[in-house]
């Protein structure tokens, strides 16, 4: 039989949750606030607060466990939180799209995919990791995207919409 254990947030709204690489660290984000909570996953009581910009949405962390990405809604941008003590925002880096919603890194941890939720056409930001250079691939017919993930070999990336079925693309 498991346990459950509750943990209390600085907040109240928590909105995505990841877990480092090594599973040391759960990095939650508040909905409608400018934080991300990080819990120490051997001592629940020892939490971490980190200010980033606004309205934090989806995380994401890189393969090689040094960085978490996150997208903040109410600034149009990503903050990037270094993924050891002290944890600080090191970078931001502009999306260059409206209302930055999902992201997820390829699994080789070159590039950033963000998506946007201010409807259509809906645009993905591919950024970079190491330039902080952006391209975008635009989706006339697809409205909001709620979620993006890649295929385990990076080949394909995935995106689901509001209303819409998945796409890919290489």
């Not at 994401?60 to 600080?88: C, K, L, M, R, W």
């Not at 931001?92 to 999902?102: C, K, N």
């Amino acid at each position: 039989s498991q346990t459950a254990t509750q943990i209390t947030l600085n907040n109240d709204e928590p909105w995505d949750v990841i877990f480092s690489v090594d599973g040391k660290y759960a990095y939650v984000s508040q909905y409608g606030y400018s934080e991300v909570d990080i819990v120490n996953t051997q001592n629940t009581l020892d939490i971490t607060t980190v200010d980033v910009d606004s309205n934090t949405y989806f995380l994401a962390i890189t393969p090689d466990n040094q960085s978490v990405y996150v997208a903040n809604n109410g600034t149009n941008n990503i903050s990037i939180i270094t993924n050891e003590s002290p944890f600080n925002v090191i970078n931001i880096a502009p999306t260059g799209v409206s209302d930055p919603y999902p992201i997820a890194i390829s699994p080789n941890g070159k590039y950033a995919y963000v998506g946007n939720s201010s409807g259509a056409p809906s645009r993905i930001i591919i950024l970079d990791i190491s330039s902080n250079n952006t391209s975008t691939i635009t989706l006339n017919d697809a409205d909001d995207i709620y979620y993006l993930a890649f295929s385990s070999d990076g080949k394909y990336a995935y995106a689901a919409f509001y209303g819409s079925s998945y796409r890919d693309w290489e």
